[in-house]
T-cell receptor, first 116, second 113 residues
Framework: DTGVSQNPRHKITKRGQNVTFRCDPI?????LYWYRQTLGQGPEFLTY????????KSRLLSDRFSAERPKGSFSTLEIQRTEQGDSAMYLC??????????????FGSGTQLSVL | AQSVAQPEDQVNVAEGNPLTVKCTYS??????LFWYVQYPNRGLQFLLK??????LVKGSYGFEAEFNKSQTSFHLKKPSALVSDSALYFC???????????FGTGTKLQVIP
């Protein structure tokens, strides 16, 4: 168990630029989640994948945000035309689920995005 | 819709004293309840969960939580606090029909030596 890995750890970008984050979940985990956390707040759900299928998206996820999980392994979260309000910690979590189980989430250390 | 409320931004407790971190929830259907802890510069870590069964759930590091359906609460407890318990604690909930886990705003626990 090598844990959930997120890259980069920090990203500083100028407003209007595109950014992409990567998440490598624990290898046998079939579910992958993206959350966003700002200072003083709890993690806010963005989206979740079951294998390669994106099954739920939050209304927080505007058209500028897109997430993929090709082949059901790693995932990427892209933000186009970044805005200062996008500055936050972006968290990835994974879990293993099968019918009848209620799994716990394993979180990565996050990618801290600063939009100048 | 599902939601979690953590009414205390910060809880201070003396080392060796019992601690309680409060959480109330709102969800349609049966709740699945969780506590996570976040240490400085580290990712969120699972502490414990309630799905069904005994209302008192035991978890990692000596923590436990009590599910109270009538009060829609899931308070986190520990009989004797350690300085190393100082961290940010998040309560979370999801309903049975969904996979989205909703987190509270967190409670900072400060254990004073």
């Amino acid at each position: 168990d090598t844990g959930v890995s997120q890259n980069p750890r920090h990203k500083i970008t100028k407003r209007g630029q595109n950014v992409t984050f990567r998440c490598d979940p624990i290898s046998e985990h079939n579910r992958l989640y993206w959350y966003r956390q700002t200072l003083g707040q709890g993690p806010e759900f963005l989206t979740y994948f079951q294998n390669e299928a994106q099954l739920e998206k939050s209304r927080l996820l505007s058209d500028r945000f897109s997430a993929e999980r090709p082949k059901g392994s790693f995932s990427t979260l892209e933000i186009q035309r970044t805005e200062q309000g996008d500055s936050a910690m972006y968290l990835c979590a994974s879990s293993f689920s099968r019918v009848g189980t209620n799994e716990k989430l394993f979180f990565g250390s996050g990618t801290q995005l600063s939009v100048l | 819709a599902q939601s979690v409320a953590q009414p205390e931004d910060q809880v201070n407790v003396a080392e060796g004293n019992p601690l309680t971190v409060k959480c109330t929830y709102s969800v349609s259907g049966n709740p699945y309840l969780f506590w996570y802890v976040q240490y400085p510069n580290r990712g969120l870590q699972f502490l414990l969960k309630y799905i069904t069964g005994d209302n008192l759930v035991k978890g990692s590091y000596g923590f436990e939580a009590e599910f109270n359906k009538s009060q829609t609460s899931f308070h986190l407890k520990k009989p004797s606090a350690l300085v190393s318990d100082s961290a940010l604690y998040f309560c979370a909930v999801r309903s049975g029909g969904y996979q989205k886990v909703t987190f509270g705003t967190g409670t900072k626990l400060q254990v004073i030596p």
